[in-house]
């Protein structure tokens, strides 16, 4: 499923950030936003910053009650604030919308998303997170009866089940050797310019067992393999060729990539973006 990224629907900028890791994640955690359906994100993040006084909108991802859009909060890893005391080993998801009585007010479609990111975070964990409702550890009604019933019920979906995504017609399977994401969660190559955790190849730090600059390599080599015109002289990479420094050849490189893959597009080499190079289809 498609993830509408904070550049999509307007997010303003963090004003600060603090991110865990998936053995420190335990929990998936249902919220509901408690007003009207229309909500937008911009509106709950404007309510969250300039209301709350919170660094950022509190949940993790949000979803549309009656589409079932998929938008994403402060994402996988980024600590949110949506529940006192749990939100580092807790995933926050907000359902925006009511909770009337004796009204279903959480479409299909809505549920289907949500399970999709339970399972999706599942994939990332390496395990199953363990399934809660704001109110099995706050003092509140939220996420409502209805969405609170049904994630005790285990996120029945009546009728198909979501279908597992199938490679596209015509694809065939990625080249090369996959290669795991060799920075810590959370960590992305990106400009000497951002903080710790962005990492450019200019200072040639190591990283299980090799450089910086030596992994941005590979990843720009493996999207060779996959037919991307790489290199000094080239369509990517015609300036400096593949030196594995970081700078607007890399991240015009990237974000091409990200468009092509549909992945959000942040212009980061981040661990989806180096996943996808090394084990989705080519098309």
């Not at 009604?141 to 009728?159: H, N, R, T």
């Not at 399977?173 to 920075?183: I, K, N």
């Not at 810590?184 to 190559?189: L, N, R, S, T, V």
Request: net charge positive; charged share 20%; proline share 7%.
């Amino acid at each position: 499923m498609d993830i509408i990224s904070r550049a999509e629907w307007g997010a303003r900028p963090p004003e600060s950030r603090d991110v865990t890791t998936w053995t420190k994640r335990t929990a998936f955690m249902g919220h509901y936003s408690a007003a009207s359906a229309t909500q937008t994100p911009r509106q709950i993040q404007d309510f969250h910053m300039r209301k709350r006084g919170w660094a950022d909108i509190g949940y993790n991802f949000l979803i549309s009650s009656t589409s079932g859009v998929i938008f994403e909060g402060r994402g996988w890893l980024t600590i949110g604030a949506h529940c006192a005391g749990h939100n580092t080993p807790a995933i926050g998801v907000c359902v925006i919308g009511a909770d009337k009585p004796d009204v279903q007010d959480v479409s299909d479609a809505a549920r289907r998303s949500f399970k999709w990111l339970y399972e999706e975070a599942n994939r990332r964990k390496g395990g199953k997170l363990t399934l809660l409702g704001h109110r099995d550890r706050g003092a509140t009604a939220c996420p409502g009866d209805e969405i609170y019933s049904w994630l005790k019920a285990g996120l029945p979906i009546v009728g198909q089940p979501t279908p597992a995504p199938k490679p596209p017609a015509g694809s065939k399977p990625a080249p090369g050797t996959s290669l795991a994401f060799p920075l810590p969660a959370g960590w992305y190559f990106g400009p000497a310019s951002g903080p710790d955790y962005s990492v450019s190849g200019l200072y040639e730090r190591y990283f299980r067992g090799r450089t910086d600059r030596a992994w941005l390599k590979e990843w720009a080599i493996q999207l060779g393999r996959r037919g991307w015109n790489v290199g000094k002289g080239r369509r990517w990479l015609s300036q400096h060729g593949n030196d594995g420094i970081y700078g607007p050849e890399y991240r015009a490189l990237a974000l091409a990539f990200q468009r092509d893959q549909r992945l959000r597009q942040d212009t980061l080499i981040g661990v989806n973006t180096w996943t996808a190079a090394f084990n989705n289809p080519v098309t």
